[in-house]
């Protein structure tokens, strides 16, 4: 298995543009997490859905970020339109029974 | 909802000491506890993980306790390795829930040769 895939690896984007981070989960696994890490913030939660819906948003930190997921081997996060405090490493992760395995991540750098 | 506490932030060992990281958890219907490492520019790596059915998990040098009475977990690394160096980060979860993950804040080892 490929583990979970996150496109793309490093994103550099100035301020007001619109950024769409992917992620492709291992397949079987039920559960989607998108999640952003900073030295300041550590560790977010943004959003997380359980087979395909949406659970837990409260972590999107405001309405210029939104999620989705059409199907069940492709979710998006997207950031419109882009801030300098966006800059952090995106992190997708997937899990079966709660076993969670993370995505290599998407290191983005608004200018 | 659930609250993680990790200590400590910060341990530095000698290499070939062992060291131990202590979490604490809040909700006790919570019955899942991970361990994941991330070493620095890289993603969390899940180590060993542990199920409230479960009092004791080994895994080489690495093993982890859970005492569900007093709702704490910790993570022991014998015979520790430069390599061990990384933070990491210990999580509680109510798996059939399907909750999320609840990390604590994280702890950085350096093990020094």
């Known amino acids: 298995d490929a583990g979970v895939i996150q496109s793309p690896r490093h994103e550099v984007t100035e301020m007001g543009q619109e950024v769409t981070l992917r992620c492709k989960p291992i397949?079987?696994?039920?559960?989607l997490f998108w999640y952003r890490q900073t030295m300041m913030r550590g560790l977010e939660l943004l959003i997380y859905f359980n087979n395909n819906v949406p659970i837990d948003d409260s972590g999107m930190p405001e309405d210029r970020f939104s999620a989705k997921m059409p199907n069940a081997s492709f979710s998006t996060l997207k950031i419109q339109p882009s801030e300098p405090r966006d800059s952090a490493v995106y992190f997708c992760a997937s899990s079966f029974q709660g076993r969670q395995f993370f995505g290599p991540g998407t290191r983005l750098t608004v200018l | 909802g659930e609250n993680v506490e990790q200590h400590p932030s910060t341990l530095s060992v000698q290499e070939g000491d062992s060291a131990v990281i202590k979490c604490t958890y809040s909700?006790?219907?919570?019955?899942?506890f991970p361990w994941y490492k991330q070493e620095l520019g890289k993603r969390p790596q899940l180590i060993i993980d542990?199920?409230?059915?479960?009092g004791e998990k080994k895994d080489q040098r690495i093993a982890v306790t859970l005492n569900k009475t007093a709702k704490h977990f910790s993570l022991h690394i014998t015979e520790t390795q430069p390599e061990d160096s990384a933070v990491y980060f210990c999580?509680?979860?109510?798996?059939?829930?399907?909750?999320?993950?609840?990390f604590g804040k994280g702890t950085t080892l350096s093990v020094s040769s």
């Open positions: 397949s079987g696994h039920n559960s």
């Open positions: 542990i199920r409230s059915n479960v």
């Open positions: 909700d006790s219907a919570s019955n899942y």
């Open positions: 999580a509680a979860s109510i798996t059939q829930a399907g909750t999320a993950l609840i």
